[in-house]
């Protein structure tokens, strides 16, 4: 008998965290044992497929209301190239390198750039993000569109 997934932090059924959750297990599987993973705007390297694993899953714990757009991804022999966007509400902590604060609704646009070896293992991944916070304009707000 197999032990229970456990329960989301969120019931929304908008939420893509399973989805981010799985294109980052994927990813891993490629990865080499000795991966260097870096996101230099923040200032953070992680070296080794298992400390990138869980650094990558615990960002995705940080999210709610998650909703992910994937934009392209290409590889050749040598790299892989990988854009996607997540939207989604920050609790006010969780994540390295940004600073935010509880509630805010943020966008991570993020670009992966994947070197590969001979055996088409990724030994290398930087990731260019943008981050931006979504401020709603008090000219679109809900009650302005309804009237």
Same mark, same amino acid.
């Given at each position: 008998?197999?032990?229970?997934?456990?329960?989301?932090?969120?019931?929304?059924?908008?939420?893509?965290?399973?989805?981010?959750?799985?294109?980052?297990?994927?990813?891993?599987?490629?990865?080499?044992?000795? #991966?260097?993973?870096?996101? =230099?705007?923040? @200032? /953070?390297?992680?070296?080794?497929?298992? *400390?990138?694993? %869980?650094?990558? $899953?615990?960002?995705?714990?940080?999210?709610?209301?998650?909703?992910?757009?994937?934009?392209?991804?290409?590889?050749?022999?040598?790299?892989?190239?990988?854009?996607?966007? #997540?939207?989604?509400?920050? =609790?006010?902590? @969780? /994540?390295?390198?940004?600073?935010?604060? *509880?509630?805010? %609704?943020?966008? $991570?646009?993020?670009?992966?750039?994947?070197?590969?070896?001979?055996?088409?293992?990724?030994?290398?991944?930087?990731?260019?993000?943008?981050?931006?916070?979504?401020?709603?304009?008090?000219?679109?707000?809900?009650?302005?569109?309804?009237?």
């Amino acid at each position: 008998m197999s032990k229970p997934e456990p329960a989301s932090s969120t019931d929304d059924p908008q939420d893509d965290r399973a989805r981010l959750r799985e294109l980052v297990e994927a990813q891993c599987r490629q990865y080499d044992d000795e #991966v260097e993973w870096s996101a =230099p705007r923040r @200032g /953070i390297s992680v070296r080794g497929r298992d *400390a990138v694993r %869980r650094f990558l $899953l615990d960002e995705i714990d940080s999210m709610s209301c998650a909703s992910i757009t994937e934009l392209r991804a290409q590889q050749s022999s040598v790299q892989a190239i990988r854009e996607y966007s #997540v939207r989604f509400r920050y =609790p006010g902590a @969780g /994540i390295v390198g940004v600073e935010f604060p *509880a509630g805010a %609704r943020l966008e $991570l646009e993020r670009l992966s750039i994947a070197t590969l070896d001979v055996r088409s293992r990724i030994v290398r991944e930087c990731a260019i993000e943008t981050w931006t916070w979504l401020r709603r304009s008090p000219r679109l707000a809900r009650r302005d569109i309804e009237h």
